[in-house]
């Protein structure tokens, strides 16, 4: 298997799981605001375009009601972060946000409720 056809079936098993993420947070009552981060890169002729102005931008971001800013990547159970999406992670958290990886619901319900959960 090629890399471009392990991201292709990666990016489908977590398809779901970043919907059904999504959904939680638009109606979760902590939530004041969330939005789907669309990033990535394609190669167009013999170069490659970048679709994100930052390295690692998580799938989610947002903001709570009590005004800190929320990061949230989305992954399959066996998913992998890159280095620049856990690097993302981690300056988000030291900067006082809610950041981590949810592979599930109940990860990002997890993330809100102020329970740190390891990348």
Not at 54 to 73: S, T, V, Y
Not at 90 to 110: I, K, M, P, S
């Amino acid at each position: 298997m090629t890399r471009r056809q392990a991201a292709a079936r990666s990016a489908q098993r977590e398809a779901p799981i970043l919907r059904a993420v999504h959904e939680l947070l638009q109606y979760h009552p902590k939530v004041a605001k969330v939005w789907r981060q669309n990033s990535g890169a394609m190669k167009i002729d013999d170069r490659y375009i970048q679709f994100s102005s930052e390295l690692g931008l998580p799938d989610l971001g947002g903001f709570l009601k009590d005004g800190r800013a929320l990061w949230i990547e989305c992954k399959s159970p066996t998913g992998k972060l890159t280095y620049h999406q856990r690097r993302f992670l981690e300056d988000a958290r030291r900067a006082g946000c809610v950041a981590g990886v949810a592979r599930c619901v109940e990860d990002a319900q997890a993330l809100i409720s102020g329970q740190l959960l390891a990348f």
